[in-house]
Structures are given as C-alpha cells and as structure tokens.
C-alpha cells in the first residue's frame, strides 16, 4: 500500500506541473478544459497567469514534502490543497459550466485528494534500520 501512495502523490504533485505549465504559457487553449466557456479576454487574459502560477507552486510545494520524506505533513497539506479543486468544482457549477466537468475533474480530484491524504496520514513511521559495519 505503501508504494500505492508514493506513486498516488508524486502523480498528485507532477499533474498540478502540467496544467500550471499550460496556463501559463498557453492559457487559451488550456482554459476550455477547465469547464468555464467563454474565458476572460483583453487584459483580463491576467488570470492565466495567476491560476498558472496557483497550480504550480501546488505542485511544487507537495513534491517537496514527500522529496523531504515528510510523509505525514504532505498528506495534512495535501488535505488543505483538497480545497483547491472543491473551489473550482463550485466555481464551474456557478458560473453556467458544465456539472460534468464540474464533477468529473474538480469534484473527483478532491476525492482523490483526500483519499491519498488520508493514506499519508494513516501511514505508521518506519524505524530507521540500524546500520550493521560487518568486519
């Protein structure tokens, strides 16, 4: 179970990577998946870059956790960051997008959030094994 949820959490952290990346640098054609149509245009094309950068520094703050071998406190940021696609499910469902979407990417990636949360969590602390010098 234990490798199950390292390879849960590094996708958790990588995927946040890839969708940053694309809204910073290819915002248009990124923002249609998100489940809001017609995306903001003129100088408001700025909240590319801010739900970029959000996505990002997500990513990169649970990678470096579980990099860090802080099993426990990626799974307590993981729960908080949970919120994250909670926020977004609301935003698509209020703002006339689609309750497919709205569900089947922002609703489900917070389940899976916090059942990979709750994994972490649940996780017990594995002793360091002594090193044993044989002469």
């Given amino acids: 179970m234990r490798r199950f949820t390292t ?11 890839t969708f ?14 998100f489940g809001i149509d017609p995306w903001p245009t003129g100088v408001a094309t700025g909240y590319f870059a801010v739900k970029g950068i959000r996505d990002i520094a997500l990513g990169l703050n649970l990678l470096a956790l ?3 071998r802080q099993r426990r406190a990626t799974g ?15 935003t698509v469902l209020s703002h006339g997008g689609s309750a497919a979407t709205a569900f089947g990417i922002h609703g489900l990636t917070a389940l899976v959030m916090f059942f990979d949360a709750f994994l972490l969590l649940r996780e017990r602390q594995i002793a360091p094994q002594p090193v044993v010098v044989h002469s």
């Fill in 7 to 17: 390879v849960l959490t590094v996708l958790l952290g990588a995927f946040p990577l």
């Fill in 20 to 33: 940053g990346a694309q809204f910073l640098f290819a915002g248009h054609t990124a923002a249609p998946n």
């Fill in 66 to 68: 579980f990099a860090l």
């Fill in 76 to 90: 307590v940021l993981m729960s908080i960051s949970a919120l994250i696609p909670i926020v977004d499910m609301i």
